[in-house]
């Protein structure tokens, strides 16, 4: 019954096939295309005490993700998915295709797991509107982003519904230790949670899918060296064009990272590289601001 595709072709049949891209949109909105941007552009223009715990928040529950997949193996739905991407124009072959064409497995829901993650910690630190407004925009995105993976044919309701909890409880864990270290040293916060995720990748290297697990564990590493021993400045940037360039300059050299990861599956390489995005993610607000420095002070010596 929990894995049964009729389910599955059930309640896609509830939506005309030109939905699916409608869903494709709200599936992405838990993908990593959107936690990880969303997470680090907070991060380097926000309040960074604030937002390097939710650095290494994320990190976990990718790394509770990958375990999981790992640890239970289940393959995803014997459903087609409502639109074929090879019948739409490239542009939206392209947006669509990421969304139904998947080599993972299928329990829990990666997607589930990350929009809850990602939801959750907007409403929780989002100054926009009242924190009951949030809570309700992020259960509703929530929804729908666990609702698209059913639609779109590659989750079962199961994967989403477990998906969705263990999240939670997840994220009930790592907020209780950010609160309770937090009340004593708040700088030691993120270090303590960058330690955890570390722990869990290393569980999901060991159960789950090996790369990822690698990856994930070297990028837990390079953030807590980094915030730890070389704790970049607590001013967030300003929005600005020198320092969008470097932010944009920062992303690329990330998305070159990730690149260097699709290709080669040397256990050594996507750790070491996943220290490199730990490294750049963390550090680049504290690089950026001393090489801004002396021009800033020789601006104040002219004046």
Not at 27 to 35: K, N, R, T
Not at 69 to 97: H, M, N
Not at 146 to 153: A, P, Y
Not at 179 to 195: C, K, M, N, Q, T
Request: hydrophobic share 55%; proline share 7%.
């Amino acid at each position: 019954m929990w894995f049964d595709p009729a389910t599955v072709e059930a309640v896609s049949e509830l939506f005309p096939e030109w939905a699916a891209l409608l869903f494709a949109l709200l599936s992405h909105l838990g993908s990593v295309w959107f936690v990880a941007p969303t997470v680090v552009l907070a991060y380097w223009f926000g309040d960074r005490e604030r937002f390097a715990p939710w650095l290494a928040i994320a990190m976990g529950g990718y790394a509770v993700m990958v375990g999981s997949k790992g640890f239970f193996a289940t393959p995803r739905p014997d459903v087609p998915p409502p639109l074929s991407p090879a019948a739409l124009p490239i542009g939206l072959e392209q947006f669509y295709a990421p969304a139904v064409e998947l080599t993972t497995t299928s329990f829990p829901s990666g997607h589930a797991i990350a929009g809850t993650i990602i939801w959750t910690m907007l409403a929780l630190e989002s100054p926009v509107g009242t924190r009951r407004q949030r809570a309700l925009v992020a259960a509703v995105m929530i929804a729908l982003v666990s609702l698209s993976r059913v639609v779109l044919g590659v989750h079962f309701p199961i994967d989403v519904i477990v998906g969705v909890a263990v999240a939670l409880g997840y994220l009930a864990l790592m907020l209780t230790v950010r609160s309770w270290i937090g009340a004593r040293d708040p700088h030691r916060v993120a270090s303590a949670l960058f330690a955890i995720a570390g722990v869990i990748a290393l569980l999901a290297l060991l159960t789950g899918n090996r790369v990822d697990g690698a990856a994930l564990l070297g990028g837990s590493v390079g953030a807590l060296i980094v915030w730890q021993y070389a704790t970049p400045p607590q001013t967030p940037w300003p929005v600005t064009t020198g320092v969008l360039l470097r932010a944009a300059a920062g992303v690329t050299a990330l998305a070159l990272l990730a690149l260097v990861l699709m290709v080669l599956e040397s256990l050594l390489v996507w750790f070491v590289v996943g220290v490199a995005g730990g490294v750049t993610v963390v550090g680049l607000p504290r690089l950026v601001t001393e090489q801004a420095s002396p021009r800033s002070q020789v601006g104040a010596i002219e004046q």
